[in-house]
């Protein structure tokens, strides 16, 4: 049984950082790719970044590069986001999902950016 679970959110100024953290279990993580997507009200949900597991190959949104930064730790099984010079428009629930979500999606951790 596939279980991500989130965590790290919270309200910050815009300017400042913030750390998500996912926990993985339940995948055979050198077979899988992990990803970090957002969810703004009114919104549908986008992606934000994806690391290969095994590779360690990384991909980000346009609106994220050179912001954000997705790694992941072998022996913790977890997957990070660090998230620097956050804006107002960062403002999102944010979800873990495994490969692309079509294994599963943790249950999100909301990011407030203030102005």
């Known amino acids: 049984q596939v279980q991500l679970v989130e965590s790290g959110g919270g309200l910050v100024q815009a300017g400042g950082s913030l750390r998500l953290s996912c926990a993985v279990s339940?995948?055979?993580?050198?077979?899988?790719?992990m990803g970090w997507y957002r969810q703004a009200p009114g919104n549908e949900r986008e992606f934000v970044a994806a690391?290969?597991?095994?590779?360690?190959?990384?991909s980000y949104a346009d609106s994220v590069k050179g912001r954000f930064t997705i790694s992941r730790d072998n022996a913790k099984k977890t997957v990070t986001l660090q998230m620097n010079s956050l804006k107002p428009g960062d403002t999102a629930v944010y979800y873990c999902?495994?490969?692309?979500?079509?294994?599963?999606w943790g249950q999100g951790t909301q990011v407030t950016v203030s102005s």
């Open positions: 690391i290969s597991w095994s590779v360690g190959s990384r």
């Open positions: 999902a495994a490969d692309g979500g079509r294994r599963g």
């Open positions: 339940g995948i055979i993580l050198s077979d899988s790719a």
